[in-house]
């Protein structure tokens, strides 16, 4: 059974998230959890939070044991961008785009 949590429309690009993404699919929570803090990245701390949240659904709604967990999936997905604008010469404008993540993350227990 998969368990799931979701962080969405979070200010951070899908690119960078999915570079710390790649580094914790299909490992343990303490191997992932160890993995996220000793990441220096804003990505690495928001998908630490989403873990725990997962892992906490496991156990809390579905009574999953907490040793055996291991992640199963992780989902970065673009969310809506926010639009900008940034004065430019002679009264025109420039749009900026300030892109926003939906991280989701499955975790499953471990088959022996």
Known sequence: MEVYAKLKYTRLSPFK??????LIRFKDIDQATGILENLPHKAARLMKGV????VANAKENYLLDEDRLMICRVLVDAGKPMRRFKPRAMGRADVMYHRTSHITIFVREKEN
């Open 51 to 54: 873990l725990k949240s997962a």
């Open 17 to 22: 998230a999915r570079k710390i993404a790649d």
